[in-house]
């Protein structure tokens, strides 16, 4: 009896020095809902397997990791883990979020920052995926160059939110502001739902890029000669209150089917390109409006209240090239369309599936030798199947194949060999079926075959290592859209090109500066999907 006496409390002496002084290196902690204080070292892991965790973190290095298990919740008391990467699959309710290097945050649950926040020192990269939810109640500024914040999912920011640095920020999806945006310098690809409920100000060298919808209650101010817009979706200045404009001191260059739409708008920069622009008040033209030479571009205005019909704008005294036209059209449909150049991430929250959250990786749909071939790759449980469905009109969808998920197997690939080739229009979805037997399906790809005017495209070297080409020949010349997706489905490059009837080739230069990995090369004209194929970077 004495011995075990003395065994057991030297296990509490252990238990207790463990406790107060963890390990000095690669310390598991596994925390099922307490208040108790971490303090993480390089390599230290705290993993949040249940309950609700109160306590306080203290991170003084980088290194150390923090996970959110699905059933979970994170609500530290004190949060210094700015160092920490940081995983949640649950919630997590943070007092701050001011960060420093070392840090790392992705996110498929639910994320709410109470106070102010920051990435400060290093580079960082913060990854918001489908499904996944983040809010910061106050001000958000990304401080930091070389870093970049992601959002698949939605963004909600109550309060500022800043792009200080040659950093990104990239939106497939939803992004809120309910305060204002403002940028300094870096860049902005927007290709979902890019929304302030007060003003958009882009200063600096700013480079933003619109693929989608842009839209901002209280303005959109292109501020100085450095910052540059490439739209190629829709960019909406609303009324709501009662200051809708426009003004451009930088370079705007508009694509073919990109619409701009507001009250007011002045130019005093460079506005190239092509596109719809639709005013209902007063316009001013100060600065450079169009390209010289002949050009295939057509810049459309429609000034619903223009005074002065021998002018494009009310008032004019800046050059207004012959490719500025003025033309009567309807005003875009600001509520309900969903543009070609959306996000698939986008279009699938606007139509109600739901892409497999936390576990889909991508999925494309090409036609290769007049098979259409399907490729998609998923982390999943045990017991998982993925259903093959097909339509031809994008509302009734059958079944054409039940595919078992594999263990350790996480790309797959069917070939629709009974497919309908006389159907120029195809549409397919996987439905993923759960070992619970929830349902989740993917985005809808399609797949368009070429009519016989269209020419033939093929994309080599494949795979490449540095940029590759594109031959395109025609029977008649041509507008082409180049779109280049990679492996999240976000679009890397967008460009528009002239084609002569006869043989072209493109060469992607930009392509040099692709990671390794696998890309979708799109290719379309005049909205029409002509050509897609996969292609890869070794």
């Given at each position: ?8 409390i030297?296990?509490?002496i ?19 809902g307490?208040?108790?204080t971490?303090t993480l ?12 965790f109160?306590g ?14 699905q059933?979970a ?5 004190s ?16 007092p ?14 639910t ?10 020192g ?7 995926n ?18 970049s ?33 403002k940028?300094?310098?870096g860049?902005v ?6 929304y ?6 882009l ?10 919808r ?6 959109f ?9 490439y ?7 609303t ?48 600065g ?6 002949i050009?295939t ?15 494009i ?9 012959p490719?500025v ?22 279009a699938?929250?606007?139509s109600?599936i ?20 399907l490729?998609?790759?998923?982390q999943?449980?045990?017991g ?8 031809y ?19 797959y690939?069917?070939e629709?060999?009974k497919a309908?080739?006389?159907k ?7 439905k ?9 399906f ?5 797949i ?7 020419g033939s495209v093929?994309v080599?070297?494949?795979p490449?290592t ?11 010349k ?8 990679n ?8 460009k528009t090109?002239?084609?002569?009837a ?13 990671p ?13 999907v002509i050509?897609a ?6």
């Open positions: 009896m004495k011995t075990i006496k003395t065994a057991s030297l296990a509490a252990i238990a207790v020095i463990f406790f107060v002084f963890p390990a000095s290196s690669q310390t598991t902690y596994i925390d099922n307490t208040s108790n971490y070292g390089n390599g230290d892991s705290l993993y949040i397997r249940s309950g609700t109160t306080i973190i203290n991170t003084w290095t980088s290194g150390s990791k923090i996970t959110v298990a059933n919740s994170f609500k530290p008391s949060f210094s883990g700015n160092r920490s990467k940081v995983i949640v699959y649950g919630i997590a309710v943070l701050s979020l001011n960060t420093n290097s070392g840090f790392g945050l992705t996110n498929y649950g994320i709410t920052v109470t106070g102010d926040a920051a990435m400060n290093g580079a960082q990269t913060w990854t918001n489908y499904g996944a939810t983040i809010t910061f109640k106050e001000s958000m500024a990304i401080n930091k160059d070389g870093s914040f992601i959002n698949n999912g939605t963004v909600n920011s109550n309060d500022d939110f800043y792009l200080y640095s040659n950093s990104s920020l990239i939106n497939t999806n939803t992004i809120t502001f309910s305060g204002n945006f940028t300094s310098k860049t690809n927007n290709s979902g739902r890019f302030s409920k007060k003003g958009i100000t200063s600096g060298s700013t480079s933003f890029t619109n693929t989608c842009t839209i901002t209650d209280n303005g101010v292109v501020d100085n000669n450095s910052t540059t817009v739209n190629t979706g829709f960019i909406w200045a009324n709501s209150a009662n200051n809708s404009f426009i003004t451009n001191s930088g370079t705007i260059i508009n694509g073919a089917n990109a619409k701009m739409k507001s009250v007011t708008f002045t130019n005093y920069g460079t506005f190239t390109g092509s596109g719809y622009l639709y005013f209902t008040g007063v316009t001013t033209g100060s450079s409006f169009g390209v010289a030479g050009t571009d057509t810049i459309r205005v429609y000034d619903v209240t223009r005074s002065n019909p021998s002018t704008f009310d008032n004019q005294w800046g050059t207004v090239r490719n036209k003025y033309a009567v059209f309807a005003a875009p449909d600001t509520t309900n369309s969903i543009l070609a150049s959306c996000s698939s991430q986008y699938s929250s606007l109600g739901s892409i497999l959250p936390i576990t889909w990786n991508y999925f494309y749909a090409n036609l290769i030798n007049e098979i259409p071939v490729d998609w790759s998923a999943f449980d045990p998982t199947y993925y259903e093959v469905q097909r339509s009109d994008n509302t009734n969808f059958v079944s054409v194949a039940t595919i078992a998920a594999e263990t350790n197997k996480t790309i690939k069917y629709d060999t309908d080739n006389r120029q229009v195809i549409y397919y979805r996987i993923g079926i759960e070992p619970t037997g929830e349902e989740k993917t985005a809808i790809r399609v368009k075959r070429a009519n016989s005017n269209n093929v080599s070297p494949n490449f540095s940029r590759f080409s594109i031959n395109y020949e025609t029977i008649a041509s507008s082409l859209t180049i779109r280049i997706y492996n999240m489905g976000q679009m890397t490059v967008s090109v002239n084609a002569a006869g043989f072209n080739q493109f060469t992607i230069t930009e392509a040099a500066q692709f390794k990995g696998i890309y979708v090369v799109e290719i379309s004209e005049e909205m029409k050509s194929q996969k292609i890869v970077k070794q």
